[in-house]
Nanobody
Framework: QVHVVESGGGLVQAGGSLILSCVIS????????AGWFRQAPGKQREFVAA????????SYADSVKGRFTVSRDNTDNSVFLQMHNLNPDDTATYYC???????????????????WGRGTQVTVSS
């Protein structure tokens, strides 16, 4: 069984920063491409950032380019999302997802991902 657990959310003022963490575990010898998605109340889930399992391919939504950085540490199955210059539009529940694959790719389609965490709340006050 695969476990995806996010952490690091919280309340921050506009212009502030947060770092989200995600651990994907449960299946030995499995590579995971990873993605971050978010969903605000009354809105559809949207892509935020993704990183290949090798860590050398990344992709970002236009709304977060230049402000967010995705990274990973495969020694402990962790994926990170550094978020800077946050604004109220970034308020949402943030989800980490993993795709079990042999092909390194940074995908922006939620349907490509196999395993999801329960999310962590990020609230940005104005």
């Amino acid at each position: 069984q695969v476990h995806v657990v996010e952490s690091g959310g919280g309340l921050v003022q506009a212009g502030g920063s947060l770092i989200l963490s995600c651990v994907i575990s449960g299946r030995a010898n499995t590579n995971y491409n990873a993605g971050w998605f978010r969903q605000a109340p009354g809105k559809q889930r949207e892509f935020v950032a993704a990183i290949s399992w090798t860590g050398d391919t990344k992709s970002y939504a236009d709304s977060v380019k230049g402000r967010f950085t995705v990274s990973r540490d495969n020694t402990d199955n962790s994926v990170f999302l550094q978020m800077h210059n946050l604004n109220p539009d970034d308020t949402a529940t943030y989800y980490c997802a993993g795709e079990r694959t042999r092909t390194p790719f940074a995908k922006d389609d939620a349907d490509d991902y196999d395993d999801w965490g329960r999310g962590t709340q990020v609230t940005v006050s104005s």
